[in-house]
């Protein structure tokens, strides 16, 4: 079955700690991205990933890292510089052809304690 | 700069009834695209459909039916016949630079048996 897998589904972790959420794909797609979203908001851009080995911040990327290595996969660090980390996180991927489609793995819900 | 505003933050309909998404953009670009989605409980967002700004036909895919209007700068999505399962959080989203989205808030619609 091809798709995007986030694990965990729930994070739990201590203020000042720093925390990887995973992101991987199985869709062959170049670009990948990752959301933040609050309740009642909707999704705001983290950082984005056209292609392999290069990246971009996105509207809030304040306190968050990534890196691609691997076209399948995202990582995106929240460190302690991160005022506010508790959300819901998506992930997301698509063909990278302009204005195609984004498809969004499960989510991963993190609390910062 | 771009903004997609959806007014309505909840509906709450019974079951049978139609209900219709308001969806409203800005944008400076002469080419967009325009999508919904939909986040159910889950939270995983579903991709629904991708509407390009020369393309001003309305689009009807089974209970589902999609109103585009240029002159109003609207993408309104009507759901006929609404059913319990429609019950979701539905985000309008506007293509920018790069492929990544600007999202809506969100309208949630409660469908009720």
């Known amino acids: 079955d091809g798709g995007i897998t986030q694990s965990p589904k729930y994070l739990f972790r201590k203020e000042g700690q720093n925390v990887t959420l995973s992101c991987e794909q199985n869709?062959?797609?170049?670009?990948m991205y990752w959301y933040r979203q609050d309740p009642g908001q909707g999704l705001r851009l983290i950082y984005y990933?056209?292609?392999?080995?290069?990246?971009q911040k996105g509207d809030i990327a304040e306190g968050y890292s990534v890196s691609r290595e691997k076209k399948e996969s995202f990582p995106l660090t929240v460190t302690s510089a991160q005022k506010n980390p508790t959300a819901f996180y998506l992930c997301?991927?698509?063909?990278?052809?302009?204005?195609?489609?984004?498809?969004f793995g499960p989510g991963t819900r993190l609390t910062v304690l | 700069a771009q903004k997609v505003t959806q007014a309505q933050t909840e509906i709450s309909v019974v079951e049978k009834e139609d209900v219709t998404l308001d969806c409203v953009y800005e944008?400076?670009?002469?080419?967009?695209?325009l999508f919904w989605y939909k986040q159910p409980p889950s939270g995983e967002l579903v991709f629904l459909i991708r509407r390009n700004s020369f393309d001003e036909q309305n689009e009807i895919s089974g209970r589902y039916s999609w109103n585009f209007q240029k002159s109003t700068s609207s993408f309104n999505f009507t759901i006929t016949a609404s059913q319990v399962v429609d019950s979701a959080v539905y985000f309008c989203a506007l293509s920018r630079r790069y492929s990544t989205l600007t999202f809506g808030k969100g309208t949630m619609l409660l469908v009720s048996p």
């Open positions: 869709l062959n797609h170049d670009a």
């Open positions: 990933s056209q292609i392999v080995n290069d990246f």
């Open positions: 997301a991927s698509s063909s990278g052809r302009a204005h195609n489609e984004q498809f």
């Open positions: 944008t400076r670009d002469t080419t967009y695209y």
